[in-house]
């Protein structure tokens, strides 16, 4: 479809933005619904995909994102209508009412609700931005343009504003990801509250580098009504490692909503919020939790006993049979902890206390992740997907199916979108293609993918490599025999995998060790190199780091060479040694904490219009 024909079936009314990557207008359609019209310049491949991925969308009925109404390919990528969706957007300056602390977390726990339901769908919003927020005269908020490609990180010389709202992944070469969309509003979320962008440069190259490398100070720095809660919240959303960010949308608003005192806070909470605070400031602070009981002169007491180290059923037992009674325990969330084990306490050990005083425990467990949607993928693009998040693969289960190709998954659990300990497997079920007894057809999959479907087939593999000048390099060019031919159970099939085109450029492998697995990613993409992740054991300072390679750093290989990177994870996970014990932190005054500050209510934008 010519965009000239999609333009006849629309009313134009305003030029928003005529020129650039994507252009929109204000548009009324023939039944008289004003909409916002966009067109995206993409490849006919993405513009696909694309308009694949957004026709999940049409039937997304949420108050909280704008409806999609119609999408389609052009002769130059894909069009989007959407409803208009009248109000101000948070990037107008001044916005026509003060935002306090409680305004900006009410707006933005509302955003996570849209969000959350975009992320059901298998999609990612992509253009989180402040601009892509949008709160009408009655007070509702609307996400605006989900689905809409985020503009292009520029480089150096460039203007710093390109690169304000983007994220530590997609620096590194990776496609965004829910986690993604989390860190972005995360970024707008730190604006609301301090007035000011948390990474700042001369121009897009430094903002660029700021996001992969510095920690952003806590929004109070800027603007003391900020409480403590709210600080947490935020620096939560902008950890680098998508891991160690929200699990989800859903997760993020429940925090937001917990810290203005619209939803009670459960204590691990708190303590996963008040721990990455104080890391990113570096600052060490200490809460007593239940007060211990003093005793009073000729009283009785009792010695606290050590207590860190040990299981909650063992410190529990401890506590009782020293005349004591367990107090509050709270969770903590933690990679260098064996899950269930006392990481701190309160009262400290050897403190002597009245008989019954309470004891309050802090247990560790394990960082939850969200699972990402890998059915539809390659066996390999799974496996790394599954590995940048932190999963493992426990086994994959090859079937025939004849809806899809051999060698993609047709099945994963736990499904997309639920939340599981960091470190857990995922069960895989990989398409051997339709039963017939004929040979899978691999031509165009990588070497591996290609050996695991024909393997699965019940054949056995041989790889030859030869140059191609259409083929990327690692991916196989032929086959002998031919798809659909018919041969013997545990016969041979000889693939034919591309080196490249003639002359294909060489590559230096580089040294990825002690890199997380995003800044591997980055670095193998700029070597022109592929990368597998797998997981083996590591010691608590290689965590979630890259702690072995193959090939070594700095050998010669083709460009397209797929490198396998180890990343570490507790030895724990692997049946080796438990957690180490940990020091017994020294009781200190109670520091004292503050809930969310605002009025209530949410700015008034009546009569107001921005440009969407």
Same mark, same amino acid.
């Given at each position: ?407 993609? &998954? /047709? =099945? $994963? #659990? *736990?499904? +997309?979108?639920?939340? %599981? !300990?960091? @470190? ?121 780091? &890259? /702690? =072995? $390679? #193959? *090939?070594? +750093?700095?050998?010669? %290989? !083709?460009? @397209? ?52």
């Amino acid at each position: 479809m010519s965009e000239e024909s999609v333009l006849k079936r629309y009313e134009m009314l305003e030029v928003l933005r005529g020129e650039g990557a994507v252009r929109s207008y204000r548009a009324k359609s023939q039944e008289g619904v004003e909409v916002c019209l966009k067109f995206v310049w993409a490849e006919e491949t993405k513009a696909q995909e694309a308009v694949a991925k957004l026709a999940a969308l049409e039937s997304l009925e949420h108050p909280n994102v704008a409806k999609l109404l119609e999408t389609g390919l052009t002769e130059n990528g894909y069009f989007i209508a959407r409803e208009w969706v009248q109000g101000t957007s948070l990037d107008t300056k001044p916005m026509p009412l003060e935002i306090t602390p409680k305004i900006a977390a009410e707006v933005v726990a509302k955003v996570c609700a849209g969000l959350a339901s975009v992320h059901e769908r298998g999609l990612v919003a992509e253009n989180v931005r402040p601009s892509s927020v949008v709160v009408t005269p009655k007070g509702d908020v609307k996400l605006v343009d989900v689905g809409v490609p985020a503009d292009r990180v520029g480089g150096a010389g460039e203007p710093a504003e390109t690169a304000l709202y983007t994220s530590p992944e997609e620096i590194a070469g990776s496609l965004p990801s829910p986690s993604t969309d989390i860190y972005r509003l995360g970024l707008v979320l730190y604006e609301l509250l301090a007035g000011e962008v948390p990474f700042a440069g001369v121009d897009a190259a430094a903002v660029a580098q700021a996001h992969a490398g510095e920690t952003p100070k806590p929004p109070s720095a800027t603007n003391p009504e900020v409480s403590p809660a709210l600080d947490g919240v935020t620096l939560k959303a902008l950890q680098k490692d998508p891991v160690a960010r929200y699990a989800s949308a859903s997760a993020m608003g429940e925090a937001l909503e917990a810290a203005i005192g619209k939803k009670r806070m459960s204590p691990w909470v708190w303590v996963s919020l008040i721990a990455v605070l104080l890391a990113l400031v570096g600052v060490w602070v200490y809460t007593r939790g239940t007060e211990a009981e003093e005793p009073q002169p000729g009283e009785p007491t009792v010695a606290v006993p050590q207590l860190v180290g040990a299981t909650q059923q063992d410190a529990e037992t401890a506590i009782t049979d020293a005349g004591l009674d367990v107090g509050k325990v709270g969770e903590e969330e933690t990679i260098e902890v064996k899950p269930g084990i006392v990481t701190t306490q309160t009262p400290a050990p050897g403190k002597e206390v009245a008989e019954g005083s309470k004891v309050d425990l802090t247990v560790s467990k394990l960082p939850a992740v969200e699972v990402p949607k890998v059915t539809g993928d390659s066996q390999s693009e799974a496996i790394s997907k599954l590995g940048q998040v932190g999963l493992r693969i426990e086994d994959i289960e090859y079937v025939f199916d004849k809806r899809v190709d051999a060698g993609f &998954v /047709v =099945d $994963q #659990d *736990p499904q +997309a979108r639920s939340d %599981v !300990d960091l @470190g857990s497997s995922v069960r895989l079920t990989v398409s051997k293609g339709e039963e017939s007894g004929k040979v899978p057809s691999v031509v165009g999959l990588s070497e591996e993918d290609a050996g695991s479907a024909l393997e699965a087939a019940g054949f056995s593999v041989k790889s030859t490599k030869a140059e191609s000048a259409d083929v990327p390099a690692g991916n196989v060019i032929e086959q002998s025999p031919a798809a659909a031919s018919a041969a013997p159970a545990g016969s041979t099939v000889t693939i034919t995998v591309s080196k490249g085109a003639p002359g294909t450029p060489q590559a230096v492998v580089p040294d990825l060790l002690g890199m997380g697995a995003f800044q591997a990613a980055g670095a193998l993409r700029d070597a022109g190199l592929k990368g597998t992740i797998v997981f083996g054991p590591a010691s608590s300072e290689n965590l979630l780091k &890259v /702690v =072995d $390679q #193959d *090939p070594r +750093a700095g050998a010669t %290989v !083709d460009q @397209g060479t797929r490198v396998t990177v180890t990343l570490g994870l507790p030895e724990f996970l692997f049946g080796g040694t438990a957690a180490p014990e940990q020091p017994v932190e020294p009781e200190q005054p109670d520091t004292g904490d503050s809930g969310g500050a605002g009025t209530e209510g949410m700015p008034s934008t009546e009569g107001t219009t921005t440009g969407q």
